[in-house]
T-cell receptor, first 112, second 112 residues
Framework: RKEVEQDPGPFNVPEGATVAFNCTYS??????FFWYRQDCRKEPKLLMS???SGNEDGRFTAQLNRASQYISLLIRDSKLSDSATYLC?????????????FGTGTSLTVIP | DAGVTQSPTHLIKTRGQQVTLRCSPI?????VSWYQQVLGQGPQFIFQ???????GRGNFPDRFSARQFPNYSSELNVNALLLGDSALYLC???????????FGSGTRLTVV
């Protein structure tokens, strides 16, 4: 079983739509959780951290359910500029040290 | 302030050759990690260094090695290159263990 699993999509949504991405992780001892955004042929960039209490940053809302080992990202009022791949990231120390385990990413295209 | 810088940006090598990739972290960051991203997949953890010591190693063969220098810059070496080593190699730095990473723009390695 993969450490982090995501629906790869693609998700094609019209501008203004609300879209949700989900992610599950396998290690219940995982400590930190993030969503990264990656544009085509670019490096991943931190979108937001994910906290158990849930957190919101403008149009973006992230949720963590530790009991179900489930992470979500909600994007409201989608913009063309939101088109990218969204990577679910879990941070733990299974291999020693501190490393990220990435999902395969979910592709989003926002259509005019 | 400069972000994470990687060199070279692109590289073409033939099978069996050796390659060295370089990374300079954000000033003040002591933790450097290396990731391999194959097309269509999320980044896979290779190594983490913190304070010049290896703190974590992912599931990669011994052909892969790395080190961190006193100025916290890092090199990733890959020996006996295989076609399957073709990927985007990402370096990420963070202030300390357990903190979110900032990625460099990567080195795109093609093995022919």
């Amino acid at each position: 079983r993969k450490e982090v699993e995501q629906d790869p999509g693609p998700f094609n949504v019209p501008e203004g739509a609300t879209v949700a991405f989900n992610c599950t992780y396998s290690n219940s001892a995982s400590q930190s959780f993030f969503w990264y955004r990656q544009d085509c042929r670019k490096e991943p960039k931190l979108l937001m951290s994910v906290y158990s209490s849930g957190n919101e940053d403008g149009r973006f809302t992230a949720q963590l359910n530790r009991a179900s080992q489930y992470i979500s990202l909600l994007i409201r009022d989608s913009k063309l500029s939101d088109s990218a791949t969204y990577l679910c990231v879990v941070n733990d120390d299974r291999a020693g040290g501190n490393q990220f385990y990435f999902g395969t990413g979910t592709s989003l295209t926002v259509i005019p | 302030d400069a972000g994470v810088t990687q060199s070279p940006t692109h590289l073409i090598k033939t099978r069996g050759q050796q390659v060295t990739l370089r990374c300079s972290p954000i000033s003040g960051h002591k933790s450097v990690s290396w990731y391999q991203q194959v097309l269509g997949q999320g980044p896979q953890f290779i190594f983490q260094y913190y304070e010049k010591e290896e703190r974590g190693r992912g599931n990669f063969p011994d052909r892969f090695s790395a080190r961190q220098f006193p100025n916290y810059s890092s090199e990733l070496n890959v020996n006996a290159l295989l076609l399957g080593d073709s990927a985007l190699y990402l370096c990420a730095s963070s202030l300390a263990n357990g903190v979110g990473y900032t990625f460099g723009s990567g080195t795109r390695l093609t093995v022919v």
